[in-house]
């Protein structure tokens, strides 16, 4: 018997969660050509199993594999794709810099790039679904450097047939959840950018036998709400915490009819938010009439990789007790 998630309230994750030792060695020692690819998976494999356990001490129904593989979000799929090449550090903010990859031949899918991870930690999830999440193609193109097609268009289409390729290897495997991360997409709030994606996820999500979802976080997101409601998407996953919920009226505006992964805690601050004060978003939401109890998955704005490890354990614990209470009441 598989573990049954809750019908109302189902607390997930966005996907990231702080790096362990052993990933951070192990990107280390890939990128300096010490080991393979499968031996890379295989030092992996022991921080995922920190991040499933961390995962089901707090309670949470659908989780993640932490994402621990990835050095970055775009450079992980660009360095395994066919048609990138690694390019020179980028600064992106503060003291944050990042590899920007360079696209250089036609793009295309070569092999599974996430699935042995999953696999793995699906099997010591203690039956809780497992999100298959994927860096979506229009954030792809966005933090890319592009020296082969020069059209976005063609582009970014080649890149959802590849991300396709390996979504299909997700489900057939059994992934029940598979998630599109689209960050960039808030920071060209622009109607002829906003249908690109979503030509591109036609393609992604066409006839999918899996929860379809697409995360987009920060930026001025009611831009482009009227441009993406009739996406090809079971559910949106949204930031809401670290912007006081200020999305609540447009989403009402606009006559919001999907699935909303809600975020009720803030992946910026330190500060742990209480039982208490989660509860009181969630009950936020509800107030609003947008959706159902059982359309509401509760969640973190975003990932969680950039916390200490303590303090992100602590916002899940305490997100799933304020997901519970919720139940009982609405």
């Not at 495997?173 to 622009?190: F, K, N, V």
């Not at 030509?199 to 379809?212: N, S, T, Y």
Request: glycine share 6%; charged share 35%; with cysteine.
């Amino acid at each position: 018997m598989g573990y049954s998630v809750p019908r109302k309230f189902p607390t997930t994750v966005v996907g990231s969660y702080p790096k362990m030792p052993s990933a951070l060695e192990a990107i280390k020692r890939r990128r300096s050509g010490e080991i393979s690819e499968s031996e890379f998976n295989e030092m992996v494999k022991v921080a995922v199993r920190d991040v499933v356990e961390d995962h089901l001490w707090a309670g949470v129904d659908i989780i993640s594999d932490g994402e621990q593989a990835r050095e970055d979000m775009v450079v992980y799929f660009a360095e395994r794709f066919k048609g990138y090449s690694v390019g020179d550090w980028v600064r992106v903010f503060d003291n944050e810099y990042f590899r920007k990859p360079v696209v250089t031949g036609r793009v295309e899918w070569l092999r599974p790039i996430t699935v042995e991870l999953w696999e793995y930690a699906s099997s010591i999830s203690a039956g809780r679904p497992v999100k298959g999440i994927l860096t979506g193609p229009y954030t792809m193109i966005e933090w890319s450097f592009d020296l082969h097609y020069r059209d976005r268009r063609e582009l970014i289409l080649d890149l959802a047939k590849a991300i396709r390729r390996e979504v299909e290897e997700l489900v057939r495997r059994g992934a029940r959840y598979i998630q599109i991360d689209e960050p960039a997409l808030s920071t060209r709030p622009w109607r002829e950018d906003a249908e690109l994606l979503k030509e591109a996820l036609d393609i992604i999500f066409k006839g999918l036998e899996a929860k379809r979802i697409v995360h987009i976080c920060f930026g001025r997101l009611e831009r482009i709400l009227p441009y993406i409601l009739d996406y090809p998407v079971d559910q949106f996953d949204l930031e809401m915490k670290n912007s006081n919920f200020r999305l609540l009226p447009y989403l009402k505006e606009y006559g919001y009819n999907k699935e909303i992964g809600f975020g009720v805690v803030d992946v910026h601050s330190f500060q742990v938010e209480s039982v208490k004060e989660i509860k009181e978003a969630i009950d936020k939401l509800m107030k609003t009439d947008i959706v159902s109890p059982e359309k509401a998955y509760i969640d973190p704005d975003c990932g969680l990789k950039r916390l200490p490890r303590d303090i992100a354990k602590a916002k899940l614990k305490n997100m799933v007790e304020a997901a519970r209470q919720a139940r009982e009441e609405w």
